[in-house]
């Protein structure tokens, strides 16, 4: 892959190489796209999809960063 560098002005130099995008620009294709629903087939597996998606805003057991010591 052949990568875009743009030259941009830096403070206190003269130009700085910067690299640009770095994707391939498209969209997502086909019919399949988004239907998690009809991917999943038992309602246990749905209600897992779910959970784990909603573990971050719900979850009682975060680690690190996210955790306060002391909560509000």
């Known amino acids: 892959m052949e990568y875009k ?3 941009k002005p830096a403070p206190g130099r003269e130009e700085v190489e910067v690299l640009g995008s770095t994707f391939e620009e498209g969209k997502p294709e086909g019919e399949e796209l988004g239907k998690w629903r009809q991917k999943l087939e038992s309602r246990e597996e749905k209600l897992k999809y779910l959970q784990t998606g909603e573990r971050y805003w719900y979850g009682k057991e975060w680690y690190g960063s996210e955790k306060r010591k002391n909560p509000a």
């Open 5 to 7: 560098v743009e030259k």
